[in-house]
Structures are given as C-alpha cells and as structure tokens.
C-alpha cells in the first residue's frame, strides 16, 4: 500500500489536469536522463525549450507576457512533480517561480514584454544572482558595483552559487549602486549573457544536485541598459529581496515536503519487498516505527505547507510563516531521508537508487534560500 497523502485542500480540477501534464513531462524528460546530466553537469538545453512548448514555464505570469496565466497553485503541482521524480536538476523553480516574477513585480511595461515572452517558450533561461565568494547571507555587503555611466551602468564584480547560472540567458543581479548607503544602496540589474563583458567561471562541483548547472558569474565592465533597473530607481533592491523570498522559501519548502513523500513511499515499497532473516524488512519493529514516524513527519509537514500556500494564493503569506515553513520542513525532509537510507542499508549508499541521490540532494536545502539559522532569527524577531 503506498504512503496515504490526503488530497491537498487548494487542488482543483484544472490542477489535476496540470498534475498530469507534469507528471508526464518529468517521467519523459527528466527521469531517464538523470545519470548523464549529473556527468555533464547540465539538463539538455531543449528541456527548456519542451517544456515551453508544452507550457509548464512561466505558469503564474498573466498570458499577456506570454505565461501560462494561472497562479502560484500551478507552479506548486510543477514543483511537487518534479520533486516526486527525484529530480534536481532542471532548474525550473528559480526560471519560474523567482526570477519571472521579479520581472512581473518591477520591470517596466516594455521589458515585461520582451522578457517574459522568452523566459514562457524556453529561448531565454532565467537565474538571479545574489551569493557572491566572500557574501552568503549577508546581501547588505555585497561587493558588486553598478556606476552610472550616461544612459549605462557599468558592472563589475563576480558572483557564485548561481542556480542556472551555466545555461542562463538572462541574470536578474544584485548590485551596489552606493556603496555607503548599506541596504539602501542595493538595486537589482537585469542583465542578458550575450552583453560583452559577462562570462561563466566554472559549473561547481556540489555534493549533490550534480546535474544543476550552479555556476560562477563574472562581470567585467558589463554595460547594461538603464532601463534593465527593476524598480526605475535606485537603491529597491533589498526591499525587492525582501519582498520576493518568501515566495522562494515556500518553493523551498514545497519541494522538501514532496521529497519526504516520495522518499517515504520508495522506502516502504522496498522494505515489504526485501527480506532478511526469512522476512520482510517491514515485518521488524524497528523498520515499522521508523516508517510509522516518518509517516508522521510527512502528515504534518504537509498539513503546515498546505496552509501556507492556501495563505499564499490569497496573498497573506508573511516572512515569519515563510521562513517557519522553510525552516521546518528542511530540517525534516533531512531527517526522513536519511532514516529512509538507513532502512535501504547498503544500498540506500549506491547513486543508482533514487534515495542516495535524494539524500545528497536535500542537504543544501537547509542552506540555499537563506540558511536555517537565518530563518530561525528572522523567526525569532516575532516572539
């Protein structure tokens, strides 16, 4: 009998047939790739460009930019499929769920309507850039500058852990343009690969998510556009941050609970298959009372994350409950796992079996997003 998980109480007709859509795309495009895109270090460049065809990029982004013209429900059941099939490597959830919606929240008309476009067909894949080598959390001592030059900003800096930086068309980035002004002088650039003056450093070597193309930016007096500030004035950027994590720490937290169910359900299937001893593994107490408790962990989990989208939908997710829903359900999805691999025993170890690489793969969840700590001071502000 496979892991019960109750209907999610924002499901919807419609978002079944999108469920489907999803569900198939991810066991035909993703799934049987997954070994050589972890030695390459990359999805296929095509994924991007199927997966507009089909419309699962930019499915929250009104259809007058091209998108989809659902809402965030529609990004969730994406994200919840991907995770179920053990992927982590198309990069999907920052192309769609974070830097789209950037540009919806602050481009101007006129860009919206050049980007969005591209970034809803696949022609253009999206990252941000906020992480730099000597910046984690801290995006107030960010060193990359932006100096106004006429009708140009001249960029110069560098940048690192960058979701879909090796693919990426398009680089929504995180700039000082006044250095003394502390938060108020960060702004956010959109700048677009092909301008001289941007290069790739190396797609990094991760402990897990090996097929994610996270990579090094560097900017050496890139010349963009005035008009490729979000915002129109300098000196949003933090407050624009600030404004759009909570959203990316729900994607977060989506992708963690999903990963649970999934880990949960494989690790039942194969301990009822698996003997030792003349029996099958679920028939040892130990293996039941884990499974039963990380049944648990998933149920509550879930029941937490699907307030927090039903929250979300009517626009009342605030940073507090975004950055609870982040911090707890990263810290289980952790937990789960690894109890699920120990179950597997030597072969929960093997990368051939979804469950090692599930168990590489979360970890950084705990991390990317802001870190668990920070979630727990942000957290800590409202007590």
């Keep these: 009998m496979p892991l019960q998980i109750p209907r999610s109480s924002w499901m919807t007709e419609e978002l079944d047939e999108v469920r489907d859509l999803a569900r198939t795309f991810c066991r035909n495009e993703l799934v049987p790739h997954q070994q050589r895109w972890a030695r390459q270090k990359h999805v296929d460049r095509e994924v991007w460009t199927k997966a507009g065809e089909v419309g699962l990029l930019a499915l929250s982004i ?12 529609h990004e969730a059941v994406l994200y919840e499929e991907q995770a179920r099939a053990g992927d982590s490597a198309w990069g999907v959830t920052v192309h769609n769920g974070i830097v789209a919606h950037y540009l919806l929240a602050y481009a101007s008309e006129e860009k919206k309507r050049e980007w969005l476009p591209k970034l809803a067909s696949g022609e253009y894949v999206g990252a941000i850039a906020m992480t730099e080598p000597g910046t984690g959390s801290d995006l107030q001592a960010i060193s990359t500058r932006a100096v106004r030059d006429g009708d140009h900003y001249v960029v110069n800096g560098a940048k690192t852990f960058i979701t879909n930086g090796g693919l990426a068309d398009l680089v929504v980035v995180a700039v000082k343009t006044d250095p003394e002004a502390g938060a108020k002088g960060v702004s956010l650039l959109v700048v677009e690969t092909s301008t001289p003056g941007f290069r790739r450093g190396r797609v990094l070597d991760k402990v897990g998510m090996h097929g994610q193309d996270t990579a090094e930016l560097f900017f050496d ?20 941050l600030m404004q759009q994590l909570p959203q990316e720490r729900l994607i977060i937290a989506i992708t963690a609970v999903a990963g649970m169910e999934s880990a949960v359900e494989q690790t039942l299937a194969y301990t009822k298959e698996r003997t030792a001893f003349g029996r099958p593994l679920f028939g040892f107490q130990n293996t039941k009372y884990t499974l039963a408790e990380a049944a648990t962990e998933v149920a509550v989990a879930r029941a937490f994350l699907d307030q927090c989208i039903e929250r979300h939908l009517r626009g009342e997710l605030d940073v507090r409950d975004a950055a609870m829903v982040k911090l707890w359900s990263t810290e289980r999805v952790n937990k789960v796992v690894d109890d699920c691999v120990q179950l597997f025993g030597g072969y929960g170890y093997m990368t051939e079996y979804p469950i090692a690489r599930a168990w590489a793969d979360v970890r950084v969840s705990r991390i990317f997003g802001g870190t668990n700590e920070i979630m727990k001071d942000i957290i800590s502000r409202t007590l």
């Design 62 to 73: 009104p259809e007058a930019y091209g998108g989809g013209g659902g809402t965030f429900a």
């Design 221 to 240: 007096d890139v010349r963009v556009p005035v008009e490729n500030l979000l915002g129109g004035e300098e000196g949003q950027g933090f407050v624009q």
